[in-house]
């Protein structure tokens, strides 16, 4: 694996242990305009690694230090998670620069091949937890998009990047519904309380009020976003809700 090293100013001392892995998207037009960006001392953003369409990977913090990638986000009660991770920037414009037929641009296989096989090192190296492997929309649910409903998660995780659940039968999700409602914006109560608990064991930073309120919307969005990619709709149809339970009893058994 040849690491590219491209220095970047915009890093300082870490406050803890490095114990998560964070996936974004660069969201800008192109690669140099990403490196350029996270190389400029005003913009006063960073992240350890970026990995371009051809499969190139740049090294712009040394991993011993706090990149800047992260922003204002949570995870499994955790803070500052610029100190606690390692974070690789994928050369994607993704929702910002869509093609012109509005759909999501796509990922490279040589590029998602270099991301798993780096993503495996630090992951090796740090001795990071599967359930502690999370995209900036999972820590950042209400403001953060990325790497997006077209990133290969299903994929990576194959390869031992991250969690994923069993699917649903079609005979699981017709019992299913036959006990359980769709769950959306105005609804209470008990079923509305266990989803939110079942979000907040997977990491999400959501707070059980069994009311589903925007928060709980965004939060419902960006699971959908990594684990029901077709259906990203911040609804919690019947399928939603089980892979949230299933993941969730994973997080517990990969913490």
Do not use: C
Request: charged share 20%; hydrophobic share 40%; proline share 7%.
């Amino acid at each position: 694996m040849k690491i590219i090293q491209t220095p970047s100013p915009n890093q300082n001392e870490r406050r803890y242990a490095v114990d998560m892995l964070v996936l974004h998207y660069t969201g800008m037009e192109d690669g140099p305009s990403a490196l350029a960006r996270m190389q400029d001392p005003e913009a006063q953003v960073s992240a350890h690694y970026m990995v371009d369409e051809a499969g190139d990977i740049y090294q712009l913090v040394d991993e011993t230090q706090r990149a800047w990638h992260a922003g204002l986000s949570s995870w499994q009660g955790d803070g500052d998670l610029n100190s606690r991770s390692v974070g690789i920037e994928i050369v994607n414009g993704g929702h910002n620069i869509p093609l012109p037929d509005g759909s999501l641009p796509p990922f490279y296989l040589a590029q998602i091949d270099a991301v798993i096989e780096l993503s495996n090192a630090i992951i090796a190296r740090h001795h990071i937890p599967q359930s502690r492997v999370v995209g900036h929309s999972d820590i950042a649910p209400e403001r953060k998009d990325d790497p997006g409903e077209h990133f290969p998660w299903e994929d990576l995780a194959a390869r031992g990047v991250g969690l994923w659940p069993e699917m649903p039968t079609d005979s699981e999700l017709r019992e299913a519904e036959q006990v359980r409602l769709v769950l959306k914006p105005g609804a209470n109560g008990g079923p509305v309380l266990r989803l939110q608990d079942s979000l907040r064991m997977i990491g999400y930073g959501l707070e059980p009020t069994a009311v589903y309120d925007e928060l709980t919307m965004k939060v419902v969005t960006a699971f959908q976003r990594r684990w029901h990619q077709t259906e990203v709709t911040g609804l919690a149809d019947i399928r939603t809700q089980l892979l949230i339970e299933r993941v969730g009893q994973l997080s517990v058994g990969h913490a």
